[in-house]
């Protein structure tokens, strides 16, 4: 008797295992969920610029001492570059801000002049105009320092956040604050207040924790990112997304996902966009293990991402990426 209902008790696990296995399965499986016809969204880093060799990349490495043969004339974060970009197919252009001694954000990469400028000294213990006065293309160099090919066409080139806004009406940017300073959080959130309704809602913000908290406190509808908010909504995730659920600490907002890491999120890629596309969030998928801005950025990096993927999707080759999807 005992035996009896021993095996009966096995059997009654098993079977809710097995319903259990099959309903995770069923739940989570990209078979089984709606693909999107749509082409996915493409981000252009920095908009189109020179991409160099990551082969031992630092912080403290000078990217423009290493880039690849130039193959365009493009210099990154300028208006020019992003122009480019928005040509070529980019649907959404990021960026980069360093808040100046006259209280405007330049649009400028590096935390330092020395890499790429002629100009010396931390980015943002300078006014507006005196960057204006750089030569952005100084430092670019594909072979060593034997020849520089942009030195002298990037002389007043570093534009303001405000010429930006200006010159462009219509397209979406991903701005990023390169500091985890609350104050830049303040001074961003003065200038986009200022930004049309229709405008803002194009406008991602991301950045340090702090400046994107006091941002999105400020500007409540404005989509934001940092490490926090990305953690706040994929940890719970990762408990109990197999279920289906999603916290409400995912709502509109933005996910920056490294490919290695993407294939152990719940009902990726399919379900798993589709999730999110419900809280108002986007998706966007980064190259590698996403810790030096890798890009998906020519076609046979492309072949890495499953075929029904209609997130988005990162690159510092917009050029040579989009013709793929248009």
Known sequence: MIKRKFYKNKFVYAAFLLAL????YVNNSSLFAKQD???????????????????????????AQRIFEPEHPYLENTIPSMEAAFDAGADIVELDIHPTLD???????????????????????HAMDELRQLDLGYGYT????????????????????????????DPSFLIHIKSDDPNEGELLAEFLRSVPEDRLRRVTVYGGDQPIAVLKKEIPELRVMSKATMKSCLVPYLASGWTGYVSSSCESTQLHIPETIAPWLWGWPDKFVNRMEK???????????????????????????????????????????APVFN
């Open 142 to 169: 594909a072979d060593n320092g034997i020849t520089f090919p942009f030195r002298g066409e990037g002389v007043g080139m570093m534009p303001s956040l405000d010429e930006v806004f200006d010159y462009f009406s």
């Open 37 to 63: 016809e749509t082409k996915p969204l493409l981000l252009a880093h920095r908009g189109l610029g020179q991409t160099f060799s990551m082969e031992n990349i630092t912080n403290d490495t000078c990217s």
């Open 103 to 125: 209280e405007q954000f330049a649009v400028f990469h590096d935390w330092t002049l020395d890499c790429r400028t002629d100009g010396v000294g931390v980015t943002r213990e």
């Open 279 to 321: 809280q108002d969030t986007r998706v966007i998928v980064v190259a590698g293990d996403g810790g030096w801005s890798e890009g998906f950025d020519s076609v046979e990096d492309l072949k890495r991402l499953p075929a029904s993927y209609s997130g988005g999707i990162w690159t510092n080759r917009i050029d040579r990426i």
């Open 21 to 24: 296995i099959l309903f995770m």
